[in-house]
């Protein structure tokens, strides 16, 4: 039987080094990273989703965890890193992460330079990476599932860093891919860390569920957070929620 030190989570935690922090200096007049001295967050399951609204942090913060981690911050892997690098932001460069044991295997997916890491990708790499196509040759959510199930395997250790993967993805397409994160989790070779506004893939089994909505970052259940409540309510009764909305009678 494998040793569970050899399984995913491989990055234990995320902290701040007190005399790397630069006050006043974005992001640490957020309220999720103000308190620098004791911030640390944990990472106990192979898949971790962070939620919260628009500006809640979630972005700055995977982005920061992906930097640290040696991806670019553009998108991509530690071997593929399309365009010029933006200098690493203020929060990763005062990141302190703890592996058991280290990989440098990995990507950092950013749906917003996505076209531009295709296009990188569909040069320099084999066609059977993304099922016999080019990227730019498939619809966006084929190609974006066709990055997670043909590029992003479960063959070696790996940690996958995704912001806002379901954008292009419809609501069949997040199905379809929360099979492939059941694949990852179930692989014990993969971690993922995954910044979503989708109460799908939040229903991830297993996952570990974090909210950075209130000013910190708190455990939450998939009910109690505020992406699942607005879309039950929607899809429950959309004519008094459009009613309420534009206030008509």
Known sequence: ???????????????????????GTFPFGHP??????????????PITILVGENGSGKSTL?????????????????????????????????????????????????AESFFGLASYLDDVADLGNYGERALHRQSHGESFLALFRHRLETHQRALYLLDEPEVALSPMRQL????????????????AVIATHSPILMALPGAALLSLDGGSIQPVSLEDTEHYRVTRSFLANPEKVLRDLFDDP
């Open 1 to 23: 039987m494998k040793s569970s030190r050899l399984t995913s989570p491989f990055l234990r935690s995320v902290s701040l080094v007190p005399e790397k922090v630069r006050a």
């Open 32 to 45: 999720a990273f103000l308190d620098d001295q004791d911030f640390a967050l944990g990472f106990g399951a």
């Open 62 to 110: 995977i982005e920061a965890i992906a930097t640290a981690a040696g991806f670019p911050a553009l998108g991509g892997s530690q071997d593929h890193r399309p365009g010029s690098e933006p200098a690493a932001n203020a929060l990763a460069l005062a990141m302190r992460l703890s592996w058991l044991p280290k990989v440098s295997n990995g990507f950092f997916f950013r």
């Open 176 to 191: 379809a891919f929360l099979r492939i994160l059941r694949e990852w989790q179930r692989s014990g070779r993969v971690q």
